[in-house]
Each structure stands twice: as C-alpha cells, then as structure tokens.
C-alpha cells in the first residue's frame, strides 16, 4: 500500500549534500509522494507505518488508531500539509471547523430514518435527543468540535452533575457524546477523540436502588384495577411476557399470535437494524394466552391490531393510568414503571420454579446476558429466604446433639437439607407449593 525509498538531495553550497525519504502511497487509485526530508532512517520507517494507518482507514472508512491519531496531531506543519494535499489528512487550522451544531444535525439525518439501514427506533432517537440537548445545553451549537478538549469532557460531566442528573444518565448522555465525537473522527473532521484524554466513565452502570420486583400477587391486584381488556392486555405483556412497552406491545398483530404452536413473534424496533434480531419468539404463557384470547373475541371483524388503542399515544401518555390502577390497588407506584415489570419477569424465570437457563431468558427477553445481570436480575426477598433455610451440609455431619433453641427466639426453625447433598428428589416444586401464588397462570377473577 506505501513504500519507503530514499531521495538524493540537491547539492547545497554550505555543505555536502542531504540525501531525504519520500513514501509513495495509493490514494483512491493515484500514486501520491509524500516527502519526508533528511531524517534517520528508523523515523522514516515509523512514519511510513503511520501513513499506511492513514491510507489504510480511508479505505475502509474507519478512524485511524490511537497512535496514528496522537502522532498526526502532534506532527510538524511542514509535514503534515504534505500529508494533507495527498488526502490523507484535513488541514489543522480551517477557516472554520464542524461545529457541535452541525455535528449533531449530520449525525441526526444519518441515523434518524425510520426505514433505512443503520436507522434508530424511536425509544433510541429518544434517549439521543436527550444527550444531545445536554451537550447543547454545555456546549454552544457554534463550538467548533476541533476545540473541545479532555477536560472539557470532564467539565460536561461536572456539568450534568451539577443538574441533578443521575450517575447512570451522565454514564449514558456521555458514551452517546463520546460516540458522536468519535463519528467526527472517522469523518476526519478531527484527528483525535478528545474523550480518550478525559477520565469520563462511559461504561453502563445498573441502579440497585430503582429496582424493584413486582411480586404475581401485586401484578393480580393492579390488573383488576384496569379499565378493559386492551389496558390489562399491555400490562401482562409487560410483566408476564418481557416485552418493551410502548414500541413492542404497539405492533403485536393477532398473525403474531401461533395458539397451536404456543408461541408469541415479537416485532422488536430497538434491535432491528442488527441482523437477525428484529424479532423474537417467546412462549405464549398461560397469563398471555388467556388475555389474547379474550382480547381476539372482542375484535371486529377486519382487525388485525392487538392493542390499536396505542395508536397515536406517547408512551409518556401511558404513566398517569397505569400510576392511578396502582394506587388504586393500594400499592405504591414504583419507579420505572415498565422496565421494572420487564425486569420482574426475568427475574422470575431465573428463579426456582421456572428454573429456565440465562440463555433461553435472554432469547426471550431480547438482551444479552452482561445487560441482563447489570439492569435486569434482581435480588429478591423470597430467594434470600429460601437461601437462608437450606443447609449445605445434612444435620448428621455435626456429629453433636441437637442445639437448644437460642432463649427469646423460640423454637429451631425447621432446615431444609439441599437435595444435592442429602440424596433427595431434585423435583422442583410448584410456586404455590413454594409459598408464592399463582402456580400456574391466573385465577379467573379479576378478569
């Protein structure tokens, strides 16, 4: 792709003569002659590994790697106008760089259209509407990116601090920042992301403390508090089917729906533009299959929509009807709403009566195992107290006789041996058999 070879130098009156280094490299098909000058022949080869990079990225429309990135930026003037008229580079100083603005408004028609390839599912667009008004908010629109530095990526989240924002929100808002910064790279509008010279935390990070699991009894007592079949429909699909509400449950058709089968095709608008993942297929649960069957008896003739009363709502629109059903249940609304319930629900089938593997539960659910351990796998009360009744080791192991009830506390409480250790049946039990309801489905009352 490039060569290095020597270049005899003209004769000087000074001196003997200065022989120098030239690379010769392809550039969309044109030989170009980079002149190096008298330097020594290990600085030369190095530089020519670096301009390979540079041709290299071009070609594949990628950013160049970090080295080449810092070693373009911190290169000589002379040298580098050199590089820049064979194509390889933009010129350092423009008249006037990509601002933030116009940064934004590029990327947005890139990936803002609604069928096209690479494009965004309106909850993403959402989420990056929202970055984007945070780095106008700290950034001016005229801010030419070529400007901002590390440290001011670290101000930005000083920034966003100062305004009450979440830790996992600034996370978010500055990976999509990062991420935007690093598209003006591969476009070669600037040499190098400033954020590889911040110490901004980009990577996700789950929030213990907004997680809250929906137990079936408390899910029973809102959905008898739902106005018809269409509200309580949602509702089990959020819970009882893992589904993202309002962008999957908004395009469920009863064609989605295969009773023979069991099985429920879920389109999925936010992993669509990925291959093979714009939709999935998840057991038709006794909790979904009851809600769709009365749903599809309740159709009129020519319907196709599963839930068309979603038709021309915000999921915004969603939260006041669904906080009103669950105070009416006398439960306390809980913080995201629908990601909680999507949660609850992997959660459950995780757990000892299901039993289901990580891998099916994810298939189902739509997400990877590391995103369903940070935001999606709770810990739950019920799991801590069958924990702390079963003993690893059977009560004939101690070889002593049996404890005294500790005073004040009453009698032992019974230990359950784990069957793995005591020989006993690895039969799981159902969920009324555990303490929980329902065992199987829900009970009809109520709908």
């Not at 000589?76 to 990509?98: F, T, Y």
């Not at 003006?184 to 992301?193: E, G, I, M, S, T």
Request: charged share 25%; aromatic share 6%; hydrophobic share 40%.
């Amino acid at each position: 792709m490039a060569s290095l070879s020597k270049e005899r130098g003209r004769p000087r009156k000074s001196g003997p003569r200065r022989d120098g280094w030239r690379v010769l490299v392809f550039v969309d098909g044109d030989r170009k002659t980079i002149r190096l000058g008298a330097i020594p022949r290990k600085q030369a080869e190095a530089m020519l590994r670096h301009i390979e990079a540079l041709a290299a990225s071009l070609l594949d429309h990628s950013a160049p790697p970090e080295a080449t990135a810092r070693w373009l930026a911190e290169l000589d003037e002379k040298i580098r106008e050199r590089i820049v008229r064979a194509s390889l580079a933009q010129p350092r100083h423009k008249p006037r760089g990509v601002t933030v603005g116009e940064l934004i408004d590029h990327y947005k028609r890139l990936k803002y259209q609604s069928d096209g390839a690479g494009g965004y599912a309106q909850g993403t667009i959402n989420v990056h509407e929202a970055a984007f008004a945070s780095m106008l908010g700290h950034w001016p629109a005229d801010t030419v990116v070529a400007d901002i530095s590390g440290g001011d990526c670290d101000d930005f989240v000083d920034w966003m601090s100062q305004k009450g924002l979440a830790e996992a929100t600034i996370r978010k808002r500055s990976a999509i920042a990062k991420k935007l910064l690093g598209y003006a790279v591969k476009k070669r509008w600037l040499d190098r992301n400033p954020y590889e010279d911040s110490g901004v935390k980009t990577a996700s990070v789950g929030n213990s403390a907004r997680q809250v699991f929906i137990p079936p009894a408390d899910a029973l007592k809102v959905l008898q508090e739902l106005p018809d079949t269409q509200w309580r429909l949602l509702f089990v699909l959020s819970r009882f089917g893992g589904l993202r509400v309002g962008s999957e449950p908004r395009q469920l058709k009863i064609g989605h729906v295969n009773a023979a089968a069991g099985t429920l095709t879920v389109p999925s608008p936010k992993t669509k533009r990925y291959q093979g993942k714009a939709e999935r297929i998840i057991p038709l649960w006794p909790e979904l299959e009851r809600l769709i069957t009365k749903r599809f008896h309740e159709m009129e003739e020519g319907e196709e929509m599963l839930l068309p009363f979603l038709r021309g709502r915000t999921d915004a629109s969603l939260r006041k009807p669904m906080f009103a059903a669950i105070q009416r249940a006398g439960l306390q609304p809980w913080p995201r709403l629908w990601h909680n319930l999507r949660s609850s629900r992997q959660t459950e089938l995780l757990g000892p009566h299901y039993r289901c593997n990580m891998v099916e539960v994810c298939a189902w659910l739509g997400n990877s195992e590391a995103v369903a351990n940070r935001h999606y796998v709770q810990a739950t009360a019920d799991g801590f107290s069958r924990a702390a009744q079963i003993a690893a080791l059977p009560e004939t192991a101690w070889g002593d006789s049996e404890p005294e009830a500790v005073e004040g506390q009453g009698a032992k409480r019974p230990v359950i041996v784990a069957p793995a250790l005591s020989g006993g049946s690895s039969q799981k039990k159902t969920i009324a058999e555990a303490g929980l309801e329902p065992a199987r489905g829900l009970p009809p009352t109520g709908f």
